[in-house]
Protein backbone atom coordinates (compact mmCIF):
# COMPACT_ATOMS: atom_id res chain seq x y z
CA UNK A 1 0.00 0.00 0.00
CA UNK A 2 1.05 3.67 -0.71
CA UNK A 3 -0.39 6.86 -0.13
CA UNK A 4 0.45 10.43 -1.88
CA UNK A 5 -1.30 13.71 -1.71
CA UNK A 6 -0.24 17.24 -2.26
CA UNK A 7 -1.10 20.38 0.24
CA UNK A 8 -0.27 23.96 -0.16
CA UNK A 9 0.31 26.97 2.40
CA UNK A 10 -1.64 29.99 2.78
CA UNK A 11 0.54 31.83 -0.05
CA UNK A 12 -0.79 29.12 -2.68
CA UNK A 13 2.80 27.01 -2.40
CA UNK A 14 3.02 23.42 -3.27
CA UNK A 15 4.11 20.71 -0.93
CA UNK A 16 4.03 16.88 -2.19
CA UNK A 17 4.09 13.88 0.43
CA UNK A 18 4.01 10.32 0.37
CA UNK A 19 4.72 6.44 2.10
CA UNK A 20 5.62 3.71 0.71
CA UNK A 21 4.58 0.78 2.20
CA UNK A 22 5.66 -3.29 1.96
CA UNK A 23 6.33 -6.24 3.67
CA UNK A 24 9.99 -6.21 3.43
CA UNK A 25 12.92 -3.62 3.42
CA UNK A 26 14.58 -3.41 -0.01
CA UNK A 27 17.57 -2.03 -0.90
CA UNK A 28 16.54 1.45 -1.68
CA UNK A 29 19.54 4.47 -2.42
CA UNK A 30 19.14 8.15 -2.19
CA UNK A 31 20.63 9.33 -5.59
CA UNK A 32 21.48 12.46 -7.23
CA UNK A 33 21.38 12.71 -10.77
CA UNK A 34 22.76 16.20 -12.17
CA UNK A 35 21.82 17.93 -15.23
CA UNK A 36 23.33 16.17 -18.27
CA UNK A 37 23.48 12.41 -16.62
CA UNK A 38 22.99 10.16 -19.54
CA UNK A 39 20.73 6.82 -19.69
CA UNK A 40 19.23 4.54 -22.36
CA UNK A 41 15.97 2.82 -21.85
CA UNK A 42 15.65 -1.29 -23.65
CA UNK A 43 12.06 -2.75 -24.68
CA UNK A 44 13.27 -6.30 -26.54
CA UNK A 45 12.40 -5.54 -29.88
CA UNK A 46 12.62 -2.33 -30.15
CA UNK A 47 15.66 0.00 -30.59
CA UNK A 48 17.01 1.57 -27.73
CA UNK A 49 15.77 5.10 -26.30
CA UNK A 50 18.97 7.30 -25.02
CA UNK A 51 17.99 10.38 -23.25
CA UNK A 52 20.27 12.92 -21.31
CA UNK A 53 18.65 15.13 -17.82
CA UNK A 54 17.85 18.49 -18.86
CA UNK A 55 17.36 18.69 -14.98
CA UNK A 56 19.41 17.60 -11.59
CA UNK A 57 16.86 15.11 -9.92
CA UNK A 58 16.91 13.94 -6.54
CA UNK A 59 15.42 10.38 -6.26
CA UNK A 60 14.64 7.44 -3.89
CA UNK A 61 15.90 4.77 -6.36
CA UNK A 62 16.64 0.91 -6.65
CA UNK A 63 18.35 -1.76 -8.17
CA UNK A 64 16.47 -3.43 -11.30
CA UNK A 65 18.25 -6.50 -10.67
CA UNK A 66 20.59 -8.31 -7.80
CA UNK A 67 24.66 -7.77 -8.23
CA UNK A 68 26.92 -10.82 -8.65
CA UNK A 69 30.45 -10.73 -8.70
CA UNK A 70 31.07 -10.73 -12.61
CA UNK A 71 28.34 -7.59 -12.73
CA UNK A 72 28.24 -5.11 -9.65
CA UNK A 73 25.04 -2.76 -9.67
CA UNK A 74 25.69 0.11 -11.32
CA UNK A 75 24.34 3.64 -11.92
CA UNK A 76 22.81 2.26 -14.70
CA UNK A 77 20.87 0.03 -13.16
CA UNK A 78 18.71 2.33 -10.83
CA UNK A 79 15.17 3.06 -11.26
CA UNK A 80 13.86 5.75 -9.38
CA UNK A 81 11.02 5.38 -7.57
CA UNK A 82 10.51 8.74 -5.94
CA UNK A 83 11.97 12.34 -6.64
CA UNK A 84 12.35 15.93 -7.34
CA UNK A 85 13.94 17.71 -9.74
CA UNK A 86 15.37 21.80 -10.25
CA UNK A 87 11.97 22.82 -11.55
CA UNK A 88 9.75 21.46 -8.63
CA UNK A 89 9.09 18.96 -10.78
CA UNK A 90 8.22 15.40 -8.84
CA UNK A 91 7.58 11.98 -9.80
CA UNK A 92 6.17 8.99 -7.20
CA UNK A 93 5.53 5.26 -8.03
CA UNK A 94 2.73 3.40 -6.32
CA UNK A 95 1.61 0.22 -6.33
CA UNK A 96 -1.06 -1.02 -9.03
CA UNK A 97 -0.93 -5.25 -9.84
CA UNK A 98 -3.42 -4.33 -12.79
CA UNK A 99 -0.48 -2.49 -15.01
CA UNK A 100 0.64 -6.13 -16.49
CA UNK A 101 -0.61 -8.05 -19.48
CA UNK A 102 -1.13 -7.04 -22.84
CA UNK A 103 0.34 -4.54 -24.65
CA UNK A 104 -0.76 -1.63 -27.27
CA UNK A 105 2.37 -2.33 -29.94
CA UNK A 106 4.52 0.24 -31.59
CA UNK A 107 6.18 0.27 -35.01
CA UNK A 108 9.27 -2.17 -34.27
CA UNK A 109 11.69 0.71 -35.81
CA UNK A 110 10.46 2.93 -33.27
CA UNK A 111 12.51 3.41 -29.90
CA UNK A 112 10.34 2.43 -26.61
CA UNK A 113 10.42 3.87 -23.21
CA UNK A 114 10.23 0.90 -20.70
CA UNK A 115 7.78 1.67 -17.75
CA UNK A 116 10.32 1.25 -15.19
CA UNK A 117 12.44 4.24 -16.77
CA UNK A 118 9.64 6.77 -16.65
CA UNK A 119 11.12 8.40 -13.01
CA UNK A 120 14.43 9.26 -14.82
CA UNK A 121 12.77 10.04 -18.09
CA UNK A 122 9.74 12.61 -16.60
CA UNK A 123 12.12 14.16 -13.66
CA UNK A 124 15.14 14.65 -16.49
CA UNK A 125 13.63 16.06 -19.57
CA UNK A 126 10.57 18.26 -18.33
CA UNK A 127 9.79 21.19 -16.01
CA UNK A 128 5.62 20.97 -15.66
CA UNK A 129 3.25 18.61 -16.06
CA UNK A 130 1.86 20.20 -19.45
CA UNK A 131 5.43 19.18 -20.74
CA UNK A 132 5.10 15.79 -19.48
CA UNK A 133 1.59 15.60 -20.68
CA UNK A 134 2.96 16.67 -24.22
CA UNK A 135 5.65 14.63 -24.79
CA UNK A 136 3.93 10.75 -23.49
CA UNK A 137 1.43 11.82 -26.77
CA UNK A 138 4.28 11.33 -29.02
CA UNK A 139 6.48 8.69 -26.76
CA UNK A 140 5.38 4.70 -27.04
CA UNK A 141 5.83 3.58 -23.22
CA UNK A 142 5.68 -0.35 -22.29
CA UNK A 143 5.77 -2.47 -19.13
CA UNK A 144 8.11 -4.74 -18.95
CA UNK A 145 9.27 -7.45 -16.75
CA UNK A 146 11.49 -6.52 -13.91
CA UNK A 147 14.62 -8.93 -12.76
CA UNK A 148 13.92 -7.87 -9.32
CA UNK A 149 10.54 -8.94 -9.18
CA UNK A 150 11.65 -12.36 -10.23
CA UNK A 151 9.84 -11.31 -14.20
CA UNK A 152 6.90 -10.19 -12.94
CA UNK A 153 5.56 -7.58 -15.22
CA UNK A 154 6.03 -4.03 -13.73
CA UNK A 155 3.01 -3.27 -11.05
CA UNK A 156 2.47 0.22 -11.06
CA UNK A 157 1.24 3.25 -11.65
CA UNK A 158 3.05 6.77 -11.39
CA UNK A 159 1.61 10.11 -10.42
CA UNK A 160 3.51 13.65 -11.67
CA UNK A 161 3.18 16.58 -9.74
CA UNK A 162 4.41 20.51 -10.26
CA UNK A 163 4.86 23.57 -8.54
CA UNK A 164 1.85 24.76 -9.75
CA UNK A 165 -0.44 22.14 -8.18
CA UNK A 166 -1.11 20.50 -11.28
CA UNK A 167 -0.86 16.77 -11.36
CA UNK A 168 -0.95 13.54 -13.54
CA UNK A 169 -1.68 10.36 -13.49
CA UNK A 170 -0.11 7.72 -15.73
CA UNK A 171 -1.52 4.41 -15.58
CA UNK A 172 -1.33 1.51 -17.22
CA UNK A 173 -4.59 -1.18 -17.19
CA UNK A 174 -3.87 -4.78 -18.80
CA UNK A 175 -0.87 -2.99 -20.72
CA UNK A 176 -2.33 -0.01 -22.44
CA UNK A 177 -1.26 3.33 -21.12
CA UNK A 178 -3.79 6.49 -19.50
CA UNK A 179 -2.99 9.68 -19.25
CA UNK A 180 -5.20 11.68 -17.14
CA UNK A 181 -5.65 14.76 -15.18
CA UNK A 182 -5.58 14.38 -11.18
CA UNK A 183 -7.97 17.72 -10.13
CA UNK A 184 -7.89 15.68 -6.63
CA UNK A 185 -3.76 16.16 -6.08
CA UNK A 186 -4.48 12.47 -4.37
CA UNK A 187 -3.07 8.55 -5.16
CA UNK A 188 -3.38 5.19 -3.21
CA UNK A 189 -3.30 1.91 -5.10
CA UNK A 190 -6.15 -0.07 -7.08
CA UNK A 191 -9.06 0.04 -8.55
CA UNK A 192 -8.23 2.42 -11.60
CA UNK A 193 -8.14 5.56 -10.50
CA UNK A 194 -11.27 6.78 -12.47
CA UNK A 195 -13.04 4.42 -9.93
CA UNK A 196 -11.38 6.16 -7.42
CA UNK A 197 -12.98 9.49 -8.30
CA UNK A 198 -16.64 8.63 -8.61
CA UNK A 199 -16.08 7.37 -5.35
CA UNK A 200 -15.59 10.88 -3.96
CA UNK A 201 -19.19 11.57 -4.86
CA UNK A 202 -20.14 9.26 -2.40
CA UNK A 203 -18.84 11.44 0.21
CA UNK A 204 -20.28 14.76 -0.55
CA UNK A 205 -21.46 14.92 2.93
CA UNK A 206 -17.69 15.43 4.74
CA UNK A 207 -16.73 18.96 6.15
CA UNK A 208 -14.98 20.00 8.62
CA UNK A 209 -17.05 21.92 10.69
CA UNK A 210 -18.17 19.50 13.76
CA UNK A 211 -21.95 19.19 14.95
CA UNK A 212 -21.59 18.85 18.02
CA UNK A 213 -25.04 19.38 19.96
CA UNK A 214 -28.56 17.77 18.50
CA UNK A 215 -31.81 17.19 19.67
CA UNK A 216 -33.90 14.24 19.96
CA UNK A 217 -37.43 14.37 20.87
CA UNK A 218 -36.96 16.34 24.03
CA UNK A 219 -33.44 14.74 25.01
CA UNK A 220 -30.47 17.23 23.90
CA UNK A 221 -27.43 15.42 22.71
CA UNK A 222 -24.04 16.78 23.08
CA UNK A 223 -21.04 15.70 22.13
CA UNK A 224 -17.92 15.51 25.20
CA UNK A 225 -15.45 16.01 22.57
CA UNK A 226 -14.40 17.47 19.35
CA UNK A 227 -14.03 15.56 16.07
CA UNK A 228 -17.47 14.57 15.44
CA UNK A 229 -16.86 15.93 11.76
CA UNK A 230 -14.65 13.20 10.43
CA UNK A 231 -16.99 10.48 11.86
CA UNK A 232 -17.68 9.49 8.50
CA UNK A 233 -14.45 8.73 6.88
CA UNK A 234 -13.60 5.09 5.69
CA UNK A 235 -11.93 3.03 8.74
CA UNK A 236 -9.82 0.65 7.11
CA UNK A 237 -6.42 1.04 5.37
CA UNK A 238 -7.54 0.18 2.09
CA UNK A 239 -6.59 2.24 -0.89
CA UNK A 240 -10.24 3.14 -1.14
CA UNK A 241 -10.61 3.68 2.18
CA UNK A 242 -6.84 5.56 2.03
CA UNK A 243 -7.65 7.59 -0.75
CA UNK A 244 -11.15 9.31 0.40
CA UNK A 245 -8.97 10.44 3.75
CA UNK A 246 -5.91 11.64 1.96
CA UNK A 247 -8.21 13.71 -0.27
CA UNK A 248 -10.19 15.12 3.18
CA UNK A 249 -6.86 15.99 4.67
CA UNK A 250 -5.01 17.69 2.11
CA UNK A 251 -8.44 19.65 1.58
CA UNK A 252 -9.07 20.96 5.02
CA UNK A 253 -5.68 20.80 6.97
CA UNK A 254 -4.75 24.37 8.13
CA UNK A 255 -2.74 26.66 5.70
CA UNK A 256 0.09 27.09 7.11
CA UNK A 257 1.62 30.94 7.15
CA UNK A 258 5.33 30.52 5.83
CA UNK A 259 7.36 27.26 4.05
CA UNK A 260 8.77 25.65 7.27
CA UNK A 261 5.27 25.35 8.98
CA UNK A 262 3.92 24.19 6.14
CA UNK A 263 6.26 20.90 6.06
CA UNK A 264 5.34 20.26 9.28
CA UNK A 265 1.92 20.16 8.50
CA UNK A 266 2.55 17.80 5.34
CA UNK A 267 4.40 15.95 8.15
CA UNK A 268 1.71 15.64 10.60
CA UNK A 269 -1.09 14.96 7.55
CA UNK A 270 1.01 11.81 6.35
CA UNK A 271 1.30 10.50 10.08
CA UNK A 272 -2.40 10.13 9.45
CA UNK A 273 -1.13 7.25 6.83
CA UNK A 274 2.46 6.00 9.25
CA UNK A 275 1.71 2.18 9.32
CA UNK A 276 3.20 0.23 12.72
CA UNK A 277 4.34 -3.53 11.70
CA UNK A 278 1.78 -5.93 12.91
CA UNK A 279 -1.24 -3.30 12.37
CA UNK A 280 -2.98 -6.22 10.44
CA UNK A 281 -1.19 -9.53 9.22
CA UNK A 282 -1.79 -12.10 6.62
CA UNK A 283 -0.92 -15.49 6.77
CA UNK A 284 1.00 -17.87 4.72
CA UNK A 285 -1.81 -20.28 3.83
CA UNK A 286 -4.25 -17.54 2.93
CA UNK A 287 -2.20 -17.01 -0.44
CA UNK A 288 0.38 -14.22 -1.12
CA UNK A 289 -2.93 -11.77 -1.90
CA UNK A 290 -1.77 -9.55 0.77
CA UNK A 291 1.29 -8.39 -1.50
CA UNK A 292 0.71 -5.22 -3.15
CA UNK A 293 3.54 -6.12 -5.29
CA UNK A 294 3.84 -9.39 -6.77
CA UNK A 295 7.04 -11.05 -7.56
CA UNK A 296 8.14 -10.00 -3.93
CA UNK A 297 9.36 -13.36 -2.04
CA UNK A 298 8.83 -13.11 1.78
CA UNK A 299 11.68 -14.23 3.66
CA UNK A 300 11.68 -17.78 5.18
CA UNK A 301 10.03 -18.75 8.77
CA UNK A 302 8.02 -15.88 8.36
CA UNK A 303 5.18 -16.48 10.58
CA UNK A 304 2.99 -13.73 9.19
CA UNK A 305 3.32 -11.02 6.25
CA UNK A 306 2.99 -7.54 7.44
CA UNK A 307 2.70 -4.63 5.43
CA UNK A 308 4.13 -1.55 7.37
CA UNK A 309 5.33 2.14 6.04
CA UNK A 310 9.22 1.37 4.85
CA UNK A 311 9.54 5.08 4.46
CA UNK A 312 7.68 8.42 4.42
CA UNK A 313 9.33 11.62 2.22
CA UNK A 314 8.31 15.09 1.73
CA UNK A 315 8.79 17.57 -1.00
CA UNK A 316 9.01 21.19 -0.79
CA UNK A 317 8.66 22.02 -4.39
CA UNK A 318 8.79 25.71 -4.23
CA UNK A 319 12.50 25.57 -2.52
CA UNK A 320 14.02 22.10 -4.00
CA UNK A 321 13.89 20.45 -0.15
CA UNK A 322 13.30 16.69 -0.03
CA UNK A 323 12.60 15.25 3.64
CA UNK A 324 12.93 11.17 4.25
CA UNK A 325 12.16 9.34 7.10
CA UNK A 326 12.43 5.51 7.12
CA UNK A 327 10.89 3.41 9.72
CA UNK A 328 13.56 3.39 12.33
CA UNK A 329 13.14 7.22 13.30
CA UNK A 330 10.47 9.35 13.71
CA UNK A 331 12.76 12.09 12.73
CA UNK A 332 12.87 13.27 9.17
CA UNK A 333 16.47 14.09 7.19
CA UNK A 334 16.45 16.81 4.84
CA UNK A 335 18.22 16.87 1.23
CA UNK A 336 18.56 19.75 -0.65
CA UNK A 337 18.53 19.42 -4.17
CA UNK A 338 19.97 23.04 -4.94
CA UNK A 339 23.29 22.67 -2.69
CA UNK A 340 23.44 19.25 -4.52
CA UNK A 341 23.19 20.49 -8.06
CA UNK A 342 26.34 22.65 -7.76
CA UNK A 343 28.51 19.49 -7.52
CA UNK A 344 27.66 18.56 -10.98
CA UNK A 345 28.55 14.83 -10.42
CA UNK A 346 25.98 11.75 -9.49
CA UNK A 347 26.32 10.89 -5.98
CA UNK A 348 24.52 7.93 -4.61
CA UNK A 349 23.77 6.39 -0.65
CA UNK A 350 22.40 3.68 0.76
CA UNK A 351 19.44 4.03 2.78
CA UNK A 352 21.17 2.21 5.91
CA UNK A 353 23.98 4.88 5.65
CA UNK A 354 21.19 7.79 6.16
CA UNK A 355 21.27 8.63 10.19
CA UNK A 356 17.83 8.96 11.51
CA UNK A 357 19.00 11.21 14.08
CA UNK A 358 20.48 13.80 11.47
CA UNK A 359 18.39 16.78 11.08
CA UNK A 360 20.37 16.88 7.30
CA UNK A 361 22.33 15.17 4.78
CA UNK A 362 23.06 17.11 1.81
CA UNK A 363 26.69 16.85 3.03
CA UNK A 364 26.62 13.17 3.13
CA UNK A 365 25.48 12.67 -0.12
CA UNK A 366 27.66 14.97 -2.02
CA UNK A 367 30.56 13.18 -0.19
CA UNK A 368 29.21 9.93 -1.41
CA UNK A 369 30.70 7.80 -4.06
CA UNK A 370 28.60 6.93 -7.50
CA UNK A 371 26.79 3.56 -7.69
Not at 355 to 370: E, K, P, R
Amino acid sequence: MCTSLIYSDAAGKVYFGRTLELTMELPYQMAFLPAGFASTSQIEGHPALAYSARHAVLAVAMPSRLPTPQAPVGLGDLKVLEGLNDKGLTFSLLSYPAAAGGHRSAEVTRAVLAASDLGSWVLGQFASVDEVKAALADQPVQVEPLAILGGVEAPFHYVVHDASGAALVIEFNRGVMSVIDNPVGVMTNGPAFGWHLTNLDNYTFLGNVDKSSASFGRYAAVQPDSGIATAGLPASNTSVGRFVRAAFYAQYAEKAATPDLAVLALAHILNNFDRPRGLTIDYPEQGDGHLEVAGLEEPGGQAYATEYTSWTSLADLDRKLFFLRGYGSLNYTRFDLNALAATGEPRVLPFHRIDGTATDATAALINAMAA
